[in-house]
């Protein structure tokens, strides 16, 4: 056995049994399963969800308002915001909605937030707020301004 072969035998033995070795043959066995059965690289389940989320994605989502609101008055959770599906429900495009939903008799407030009667009623009686006052729910942080309910006006949409 001549001395050049020697050294070629040698360099093969070492990257045979080198450390990144055990990596490159377990990521070559995921991908030759994968491909045989041929499923893509993530989840089938994570894809599936993915597409009912993006359905339901709004700008409105993840903001630290939709949170804030959701945790503190015990107002339900959108599927998108919850814990369970939040980290997969941020890479997800948001939905292309050509109609917008109101709740049943919108009212404003004199800060100009539109919230339904009976939602907004429901909130500050969570919130402990005098009766025939309200206060804006998103507020929570702060004591807010209180306002007369005179001063809340019905809006109408045409």
Known sequence: MGPMLSIRLTECSQSLYSRGR???LSTLFVQTHHDLFSLPPIPL???ALSAGLSALKT???HSQHALAVTANTGAPVCPICS?????LAKN???AHHTTSAMEDDPVVLPNGRVFGRE???LLNEKLGTK??????????G????EWDESKIRKVFIS
């Open 45 to 47: 389940l994570h894809i």
């Open 131 to 140: 009766k025939g006052m309200y206060r804006d729910p998103t507020k929570l």
């Open 142 to 145: 702060e004591m807010g301004e």
């Open 59 to 61: 700008p409105a989502c």
């Open 83 to 87: 814990t369970e599906l939040n980290e």
């Open 92 to 94: 997800v495009p948001y």
């Open 119 to 121: 939602r907004l009623q």
């Open 22 to 24: 055990y990596h490159y």
